[in-house]
Each structure stands twice: as C-alpha cells, then as structure tokens.
C-alpha cells in the first residue's frame, strides 16, 4: 500500500470510507477491506458505527502499529470540553487506546477556532492521537489554522472527485506539505455512470469508477477514501492504485464539470470564500 507520511505519521493513501455503514455490515465490510491489504480505516462519531469498526479491527488480529484509523469530533461538541468527551467516547467505542488522525468533522459558525485547535493538539501532545487534522473547512478558515495558528495538520478531508475542481485548496496545502484526503472520491456514485470516465476506462479495459480512483491517485500530495461495502468494490479500488492515467486520459476528464458540489448541509461553511 502506497503512503504519505507527515510529522512522522504515514498515512495510506486508499483508504475506506464507512459513511452509512452500520451494525453487522459494517463491521463485515471492515473486516473484508482488512482482509484485502487495506490499512487506512476512516469513521466519524456521527457515522454512530465506532463500535462495529471497532469490532473488526478487534477480529482481524491485526498489529495496532500495522492499522491506521481516523475518526472525527462533530460539530455541535466543538469546545475543550466537548472535544474531549467526545474523543473519549470514540476511543471506548472502538475499544482504542489511541487514533492515528483525530479530525473536526466540520466547523461550527460559532467555534472558538483557537480554542478547538489548541484542545485537538493537547490529544496529540497527550498521545491520544498521533495526529490532528480538520475536515470541510474553507481556505480563510484552513490559513488561519496552519499560518496563525501554526497547527501541525497532517491531513485535510474535503469532498473531491472528477466534478468538483479543488485547485486553490490543493496548492495551498501542498505549498505547507499537508495531504488532501478526498471523500466521496466517486461522487456518491455518479462516476460509476459517466460517459466520459467509461470511455477512458474502456481504452484501460477498466471500469469508470477505477478511472475517478486513479485519477486522485495520480495527483500528488491526494489520499482518496471511497466507501465501498462488497468485497468486489473494495478489490477494485485497490486495483486502482496501478492504473495509470497519461495525458489523453487527463486532458477527457480536465473537460468534465469542476463545480459540481454534492455534500452541502446547511451548516456547511462558505466555499466562495475559498476564490
């Protein structure tokens, strides 16, 4: 499995994705994933699926040091207080000692950002998690945290995929050396079904969603963590770490729609802030 690493974490770059997934089926789904080379497990305390994830690391037998797992503070718990009952509420339904990357889920309108970061660094400094990094934040709120702030984030999780252009976002982070990790990386399945992503999967003599997992795999500095239940999915999004995009290929999908943004709950931030 290929990987990044940061401040000294090395973070896979494919990793699943649990959204939506819950009880028995998750937990099978983790195991499967496990089972099949995957490393990089990522949940949420809203995924309300800690405990079934949990279960399965627990059932592989796995090394802890062989797995990397992710999980992340909602919004509506985002004081020192919050974040820390939160965080030790995760660790219990996972049946951890520590995470490898504790994540803001999303920001909150009225957070006291300094006061977040600093209580998430305290769990990294504390040993609770080996690393810190916040998800869905635009590019104002993403400065303050690693120019003023100067939070030592080892990823940022933002919704990317073949229809949603996230330029400005990575040339900032790669400018600090901080890895994006793209969620809904297939678009919560419309890649699967694009004229344009079949036909370059068609000349590979592979599947269109192969083509939207290489395509953020081919991108520096990108960790992509697509969702996938079946055995079959999972395969083939691993198999998709070997496909190799070249220009033809790139310059098809560089014509598709970039603004196509598919995750926008009310609470979101503004994304124009970010042009």
Not at 220 to 246: C, F, G, M, T, W
Not at 250 to 260: F, V, Y
Request: charged share 25%; proline share 5%; hydrophobic share 45%.
């Amino acid at each position: 499995m290929q990987s990044l690493t940061i401040h000294g974490v090395s973070i896979p770059r494919l990793g699943l994705g649990t959204f939506r997934m819950r009880g028995m089926a998750c937990q099978q789904a983790v195991e499967s994933a496990l089972a099949l080379g995957y490393r990089h497990i990522d949940t949420a305390a809203m995924y309300e699926n800690e405990d079934a994830v949990g279960a399965a690391l627990s059932a592989s037998g796995m090394r802890r040091d062989d797995l990397f797992v992710a999980t992340k503070v909602w919004h509506d718990q985002l004081t020192p207080d919050g974040i820390r009952r939160a965080f030790d509420r995760s660790l219990q339904a996972l049946g951890l000692t520590h995470v490898d990357l504790y994540m803001v889920h999303w920001p909150a309108r009225d957070m006291d950002l300094s006061a977040v970061m600093r209580t998430m660094d305290d769990l990294r400094r504390q040993g609770g998690t080996r690393a810190i990094g916040v998800c869905n934040f635009n590019l104002p709120m993403l400065r303050r945290v690693v120019l003023d702030l100067r939070m030592p984030l080892a990823s940022v999780q933002a919704e990317y995929h073949p229809f949603l252009a996230q330029s400005r976002l990575l040339s900032f982070l790669r400018e600090q050396g901080i890895p994006l990790t793209a969620y809904a990386p297939l678009a919560q399945g419309r890649a699967a079904t694009d004229p344009t992503l079949a036909r370059v999967g068609t000349k590979h003599g592979v599947p269109a969603s192969h083509v939207a997992i290489a395509w953020l795999l081919n991108q520096d500095h990108v960790i992509a963590i697509p969702k996938a239940e079946r055995r079959e999915s999972q395969q083939a999004n691993l198999d998709a770490l070997s496909l190799r995009l070249d220009d033809e290929d790139r310059a098809a999908i560089a014509e598709l729609p970039k603004d196509l943004r598919y995750v926008q709950p009310p609470f979101a931030p503004d994304w124009d802030a970010e042009r």
